[in-house]
């Protein structure tokens, strides 16, 4: 009875290529995240959505496209992968946008060669 | 925007207390605890609300005041499975200009607890 679920756990992968993460959530929440999560364990917010509409975007590489094709799904795209992409990244989800326990996924670990 | 949280370390035996800091520079609408262990997910500890309250449950507990902008959060004593890395998250108040309710963390604090 996984709460919040992403897929893969790790990912290696060439610089240049396209990658995807995907996130599940069994919860029934509003709102999910995608948070980026570097080697000095900074825990930073990428994208939000809420009822499938993206209320937050922060000041990522366009490279990145969030899609959330459903209220209990929100994807992660990457594209032309770098170096500096390699990080821990968890997809979260809460009841409604603000106020709310966030319930983080088991994370992503992306390591690009 | 990012709140600032001391100490970056601490070291405890078993059976100390511990306090743990976080303040902003803007005004807050929540304040939210997390406790990550080495490769894991970040798990939920508590929120505190603006209206100024305290939180606990067990042996963790927190307080939040909002005049000061600030929040602490108190182990006391500790346990062995209190180690891992204590983050604290800020919501800011509307008109705060954020423009959203995102919840921005801070660096984290690193709590060792030793037999």
């Known amino acids: 009875d996984t709460a919040v679920s992403q897929t893969p756990k790790y990912l290696v992968t060439q610089m240049g290529n396209d990658k995807s993460i995907k996130c599940e959530q069994n919860?029934?929440?509003?709102?999910m995240y995608w948070y980026k999560q570097d080697s000095k364990k900074f825990l930073k917010i990428m994208f939000s959505?809420?009822?499938?509409?993206?209320?937050i975007n922060e000041t990522v590489p366009n490279r990145f496209s969030p899609k959330s094709p459903d209220k209990a799904h929100l994807n992660l795209h990457i594209n032309s992968l770098e170096l500096g992409d390699s990080a821990v990244y968890f997809c979260?989800?809460?009841?409604?946008?603000?106020?709310?326990?966030?319930?983080f996924g088991p994370g992503t670990r992306l390591t690009v060669l | 925007q990012q709140p600032v949280q001391s100490p970056q370390a601490v070291i405890l035996r078993e059976g100390e207390d511990a306090v743990i800091n976080c303040s902003s520079s803007?005004?807050?609408?929540?304040v939210h605890w997390y406790r990550q262990k080495h490769g894991e997910a970040p798990i939920f500890l508590m929120i505190?609300?603006?209206?100024?309250e305290q939180k606990g449950h067990d042996k963790i507990s927190a307080s939040f005041n909002e005049k000061k902008q600030q929040s602490s959060l108190y182990l006391t004593a500790s346990q062995l499975s209190y180690s891992g890395t204590y983050f604290c998250?800020?919501?800011?108040?509307?008109?705060?200009?954020?423009?959203?309710?995102?919840?921005?963390f801070g660096k984290g604090t690193k709590l060792s607890v030793i037999p």
């Open positions: 979260a989800s809460s009841r409604d946008r603000v106020g709310n326990e966030q319930f």
């Open positions: 505190l609300l603006k209206g100024g």
């Open positions: 919860l029934g929440h509003d709102t």
């Open positions: 803007k005004a807050l609408y929540s």
């Open positions: 959505y809420n009822n499938k509409e993206l209320i």
């Open positions: 998250g800020t919501e800011l108040n509307w008109d705060s200009g954020a423009g959203s309710y995102q919840l921005t």
